[in-house]
């Protein structure tokens, strides 16, 4: 499947000319774009962060960036996990209650919801609570991946489906 169809799949509905023409000249980067969506929610290494995970921290930055109408492929992607306990709090951009989440996941959220509505406020203090709470360097690049791919895409789909409105 071209990266074009799956680009229609993930804004989804057909891209409108003279759009259409202008992703088909930029194929190749527009291949690459998707292949990193897919390798960030599906790599093989998943360190601390579990497919699970992963599909609840993409609904959660869709929600925290009101961007429901326009990620249906994160809503589809997200649709085949079931999200439970505190998975559910995290998809759901709600408190996590939960007694059972894991040490570091008030600094994941931190975060992720830091680099998701203000990356400007970033700071090595979001790194130094993650290491605090025994998250290694590995876990802390594929986070930031994660979080910054993630962010990209949803903010690509919303800016093709705004020049076709």
């Known amino acids: 499947m071209s990266a074009s169809k799956i680009f229609e799949e993930l804004i989804g509905r057909p891209i409108a000319s003279p759009y259409k023409e202008a992703l088909l000249a930029r194929e190749t980067l527009l291949q690459q774009s998707l292949n990193a969506y897919q390798a ?48 559910k709090d995290v998809a759901q951009a709600t408190p996590v209650t939960h007694t059972q989440a894991p040490v570091w996941l008030d600094a994941v959220l931190a975060y992720t919801d830091t680099l998701t509505l203000y990356p400007q406020k970033a700071t090595n203090s979001l790194i130094d ?25 949803i903010r690509l789909i919303v800016g093709f489906q705004a020049l076709q409105a």
Not at 40 to 49: A, D, I, K, M
Not at 53 to 79: D, F, H, N, P, W
Not at 131 to 137: L, R, S
Request: contains cysteine.
């Open 40 to 87: 960030v929610l599906t790599p093989l290494e998943t360190g601390l962060w579990s497919h699970a995970l992963r599909a609840a921290l993409a609904m959660r930055i869709v929600t925290l960036t009101q961007s429901l109408g326009a990620a249906s492929g994160i809503r589809k992607y997200a649709a085949t996990t079931e999200f439970d306990g505190w998975l």
């Open 129 to 153: 609570s993650l290491k605090q709470k025994n998250v290694d360097d590995a876990d802390c690049v594929r986070l930031a991946e994660l979080v910054a791919t993630l962010s990209y895409q």
